[in-house]
């Protein structure tokens, strides 16, 4: 997968998950939800770290700080 790609696969991730819920219960599932899009990007970039961080830090593409922080977990998932 390419860099737009990935780039485009955790927007859409960010984008299915909602808000953070108030309500403890949800937040855990919501963790979940959010750890599970996490290992999903860090197997579209065949488990390689750097390739995920150097989507996330890419100037000019990317504003969102949500599907920032999501590539960089993913990044994180790697190791």
Excluded at 1 to 29: F, H, Y
Excluded at 42 to 49: I, N
């Amino acid at each position: 997968m390419d860099a737009r790609e990935l780039r485009e696969r955790a927007a859409a991730e960010a984008a299915e998950l909602r808000p953070i819920p108030a309500d403890v219960r949800e937040r855990e599932m919501w963790a979940e939800e959010r750890r599970g899009a996490g290992v999903l990007l860090a197997g579209l970039a065949d488990w390689r770290p750097l390739v995920l961080r150097n989507v996330a830090l890419e100037r000019g593409e990317l504003t969102d700080t949500t599907v920032v922080r999501l590539l960089l977990d993913a990044a994180q998932e790697c190791l």
